[in-house]
């Protein structure tokens, strides 16, 4: 199959793309170019449309197979190898997930330097996400001072930056090593990284905003134990 061009990857700002349909089976859909971001480090698939001439049809998850990824299709109709179609993702919710997964970056790099604590798991949804920390212990006051911490760096505007950087490179940054960059497969030899510059740095596929500006502000809303050492924060944005 030939190389897939993904978008989201490099311009998480897109909304639309045209492409052309690689295969089709099961009800799910390859194409040549696409917007769509697969599922992966927490963050969702994207979900949209793809209409071609003569058709439509609902896109209700984008997931990986095989390393390919692929559009889940609802309904019957389905367009036909070689057709031209046009992607276009939910844009509202994927902005709302863009603006969550920020946040989720920006509460390990607040957590990381004002308390030395490490991310040990953590998922979203649009608006809403939840991260675990190596702590001893978790109160409703630590939330709270979490919260004021983050939301404080949040209004500064941190920019947000995608670097590539050669894997043995990453290995070497010490950033990135806290992230577990070793854990991403050994034949993924160009690592993006995503770069809140000043405050986080992760070895990361997923899509963000531009600015923590465009975050707003957050809300620490439940702080629960989830074991030793791994202690949970629920977050919302306001
Ligand atoms: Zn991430």
């Known amino acids: 199959m030939s190389e897939v061009e993904e978008l989201a990857g490099t311009d998480s700002y897109l909304a639309v793309a045209e492409g052309r349909v690689l295969d089709v ?5 390859v194409l040549d170019r696409t917007v769509f971001y697969a599922r992966g ?11 071609w001439d003569g058709g439509a049809a609902m896109v209700t998850d984008t997931m990986r197979r095989a390393g390919v990824i692929v559009h889940e299709i609802a309904g019957d109709m389905l367009p036909e190898p070689g057709m031209a179609v046009l992607g276009e993702i939910d844009w509202t919710r994927r902005y709302e997930t863009m603006r969550t997964h920020t946040a989720l970056h920006a509460l390990s790099g607040v957590v ?3 308390f030395g604590a490490k991310v040990t798991g953590g998922n979203m949804e649009p608006g809403s996400a939840r991260m675990d920390f190596e702590l001893d212990g978790i109160s409703q006051e630590f939330g709270q ?8 760096e949040l209004v500064r505007g941190y920019p947000t930056e995608i670097v590539w950087m050669a894997r043995t490179e990453a290995l070497a ?3 990135l090593i806290r992230t577990k960059v070793n854990l ?6 160009e690592i993006r990284v995503v770069d809140i510059v000043g405050l986080d740095r992760q070895a ?3 899509t963000h905003v531009r600015s923590t500006l465009e975050v707003g502000q957050v809300r620490v809303v439940k702080t629960e134990s989830k074991g030793k050492a791994n202690k949970r924060m629920r977050i919302e944005l306001s």
Do not use: F, H, S
């Open 25 to 29: 089976a099961d009800g799910l859909v």
């Open 41 to 51: 480090g927490g963050q969702p698939g994207d979900t949209g449309r793809i209409t």
């Open 112 to 114: 990381y330097r004002d």
């Open 145 to 152: 001072e979490v919260e004021a911490r983050l939301n404080a």
């Open 173 to 175: 940054d010490p950033d």
């Open 184 to 189: 991403i497969p050994e034949w993924v030899e």
């Open 204 to 206: 990361d596929g997923g």
